[in-house]
T-cell receptor, first 113, second 114 residues
């Protein structure tokens, strides 16, 4: 069955701490991978995406993610978080040429000032 | 400005009273989709449309209908809403090429069914 698993539902960090949010997927065939962010009261915004090529993807606001095909993982990282990174983060996958997108349950990040 | 708009943004209704949530995009995207967001479950795809007059079910289509008569509009219809359809709904449109896709989300519609 197609699924996306995000390891942590809630993460609390202090400013300047490093961040890594886990994402594992189950999806047949070639995949496209995404991380979205949802700030409080706002709609989803794309942070970064992977389609092919370099498995280390850089996105906006200093975020990056690494696609490890052998582990079916696409973890999100940021070396130093800020208070303004407080938000909910969603990992998502769809198949190349397909139209169904599967989202993870989300990880709520709270950054203490 | 490129955007996806949804109306209404907030809606309170009663069980069984038909309602429609509109979605419109101004980016000439072929692909549009509806999601519902529930705590602990993330976003689940309700329906999607690959182009005008072409729609298909997502993961949770029961109790919903859609139509795609024009490229820019993709309304979500609840013929007989029930309390378990209380949720936050997002419409999205995307530009898809052979090598990549980017989805643009609307601001969301918060629905309460009493």
């Amino acid at each position: 069955a197609q699924s996306v698993s995000q390891h942590n539902h809630h993460v609390i960090l202090s400013e300047a701490a490093s961040l890594e949010l886990g994402c594992n997927y189950s999806y047949g065939g070639t995949v496209n991978l995404f991380w979205y962010v949802q700030y409080p009261g706002q709609h989803l915004q794309l942070l970064l995406k992977y389609f092919s090529g370099d498995p280390l993807v850089k996105g906006i606001k200093g975020f990056e993610a690494e696609f490890i095909k052998s582990k079916f993982s696409f973890n999100l990282r940021k070396p130093s978080v800020q208070w303004s990174d407080t938000a909910e983060y969603f990992c998502a996958v769809n198949g190349a040429g397909g139209f169904k997108t599967i989202f993870g349950a989300g990880t709520r990040l709270f950054v203490k000032a | 400005e490129a955007q996806v708009t949804q109306n209404p943004r907030y809606l309170i209704t009663v069980t069984g009273k038909k309602l429609t949530v509109t979605c419109s995009q101004n980016m000439n995207h072929e692909y549009m989709s509806w999601y519902r967001q529930d705590p602990g479950l993330g976003l689940r795809q309700i329906y999607y449309s690959m182009n005008v007059e072409v729609t298909d079910k997502g993961d949770v289509p029961e109790g919903y209908k859609v139509s795609r008569k024009e490229k820019r509009n993709f309304p979500l219809i609840l013929e007989s809403p029930s309390p378990n359809q209380t949720s936050l709904y997002f419409c999205a449109s995307s530009l898809r090429t052979q090598v990549q896709e980017t989805q643009y989300f609307g601001p969301g519609t918060r629905l309460l069914v009493l």
